[in-house]
């Protein structure tokens, strides 16, 4: 797809005891080999002028050309390894009801390489050539060399989801909400796109920021997208943190210029939202199937990344919890109250909210990850070890054996009857509501959910007391309804067909 996507392949992570103390202190191995000749195994700290620099060279496409085509794995001695690529599958051949693909590859000390997927003859641009290592043996699980590289695809997504088996439905609304998750949920051929255009967007972003680690995060990767999600990504440029008002808004400058010039047969419509946390939106004109993917990318948004994969231990550690999730966040979408760009609330907030309901109940259905495994979610954990921290969880069994529409129901009964707003603040954190705090971040906002890992209140946009009104008008109408009917057509009546969108 970009012209400098010579493999797809990630090396694999270190042990812990080999983990560095600086995330970006070693060249990833998919650097291209101008930049290693050019750049050694010592790179600067981050400049701007640089970055203009290294821009305008990669805009006029001054890296030594190859012909991109269907090739036979480059052999070289002692060397990584370079597989043929292969014809995309056919978008129209893929089903909207198709069964959940094998995402995960058995757990073994292999390294894990994709295969480079060849565009028509019209989008085929040149590679760099082959990379020559000192051995195999430098590709090893283990390789203090390999600290930083963002985690192959198939290490960030256990516990595996062809593990996570659905719920029995003993009633009508249960099977109802399993029937619209099923429907619904982001099948892996979804994700598999969104991951192939991050690992070649990587490729194209290092030439202007060498040390730069380009991560899947959000919805996409914890377990709670649909088949429509938007892909989030988060753009990793030094480990210190970075001004969102000046300098974030430049690093995304240069990355827009990059996709709208360099990849602008590839992207379309970057654009740069000058946001509290800024971001470039942007469609992947390539791998567009029933409808064009739209992406988000910030720049060192850490605490997205620490909590895409909290949410995902979340969502596989119980079974009743994703179709739960997947439902409520349909029927909020519907009754126009799941937007914080227009004063309602964030996805994020509305996840929150549910993994909140379900730690409350008189006998819980999750526990407090972050109170049981601190270790497992430290906020101070190196960015490329957070991958394995979902790993490291122990099986969980709930003694709750609520159906998921008795769930659906009591969910909506404890924010219309139970739940204090005016008091209260909803903590996944600790497991329980806690008193309101007084500082600014939560004066005069009328719904208070921390954010799990750096304490904000992630439901701040509900600012207007209309707004929150109309939010807890929904929430009353949606109990007395199922509670009345026990019928998910009542509070969704729209087609199955309409709601994957």
């Known amino acids: 797809m970009f012209p400098n996507s010579f493999s797809l392949g990630h090396p694999p992570f270190p042990s812990k005891h080999q983990q560095q103390s600086n995330l ?25 002028h640089t970055a203009v620099g290294n821009l305008a060279a990669a805009a006029t496409g001054t890296q030594q050309p190859m012909t991109y085509g269907n090739v036979s794995p480059v052999s070289t001695s002692d060397a990584l390894t370079l597989f043929q690529g292969r014809k995309r599958q056919s978008e ?24 480079a997927v060849p565009l028509p003859a019209e ?51 249960s099977q109802q909400v399993l029937e619209l998750f099923q429907a619904c949920r982001q099948q892996a051929s979804d ?3 969104k991951e192939l255009c991050r690992t070649e967007l990587q490729r194209e972003i290092q030439l202007i920021f060498p040390r730069s680690r380009l991560y899947l995060v959000g919805s996409s990767l914890n377990g709670f997208g649909t088949r429509s999600s938007d892909g989030d990504l988060c753009l990793v440029v030094k480990e210190e943190p970075v001004n969102q008002k000046t300098e974030a808004r430049r690093i995304l400058s240069l990355v827009q210029k990059l996709f709208s010039t360099k990849l602008s047969n590839f992207i379309e419509r970057p654009q740069l939202i000058r946001a509290k946390v800024p971001i470039v ?68 907030s509305l996840v929150l909210m549910v993994l909140h309901y379900l730690q409350t109940l008189p006998e819980p259905i ?49 924010y219309a009857t139970e739940f204090d707003w005016s008091r209260q603040m909803i903590s996944v954190r600790e497991a329980k509501a806690l ?29 207007e007391k209309q707004k929150f009104d109309m939010i807890r008008g929904e929430f009353a109408q949606a109990w007395r309804l199922l509670r009345d009917k026990r019928d998910l057509k009542y509070i969704l009546p729209l087609r199955a067909d309409k709601l994957k969108r």
């Open 24 to 48: 970006f202190s070693i060249l990833p191995m998919n650097m291209s080999p101008t930049l290693v000749s050019h750049q050694q195994t010592v790179v600067p700290p981050l400049n701007f």
């Open 92 to 115: 129209r051949s893929v089903s909207r009801n198709i069964k959940r693909q094998r995402v995960n590859s058995q757990n073994s000390d292999r390294t894990v390489v994709k295969q």
């Open 123 to 173: 989008r085929r641009h040149s590679f760099p050539g082959p990379i020559s290592t000192r051995s195999p043996s430098f590709l090893r699980r283990g390789s203090p060399a390999l600290a930083g590289c963002v985690p192959p695809l198939q290490d960030t997504l256990r516990p595996d989801p062809r593990e996570a088996r659905l719920p029995l439905a003993k009633d009508e609304l």
């Open 191 to 193: 994700l598999n796109r």
């Open 281 to 348: 939106k942007f469609r992947d004109k390539v791998r567009q199937v029933f409808f064009y993917v739209e992406f988000d990318l910030n720049v060192n948004n850490v605490v997205g990344i620490r909590n895409t994969f909290l949410l995902r231990t979340y969502a596989f550690i119980e079974n009743r919890v994703r179709p739960l999730v997947l439902v409520i966040k349909k029927w909020a979408s519907s009754h126009d109250i799941n937007d914080a760009s227009r004063g309602t609330l964030s996805s994020y």
């Open 366 to 414: 999750l526990p407090s990850l972050q109170k049981n495994y601190p270790e497992c979610f430290d906020p101070t954990m190196q960015l490329h070890l957070v991958h394995q921290a979902p790993c490291s969880i122990p099986p969980y069994t709930s003694k709750n054996r609520s159906s998921l529409g008795d769930l659906l129901i009591g969910f909506f009964k404890y």
């Open 435 to 463: 008193p309101r705090p007084d500082g600014i971040e939560w004066r005069n906002k009328f719904i208070c959910v921390e954010e799990p890992f750096d304490g904000t209140n992630t439901a701040r946009a509900v600012h």
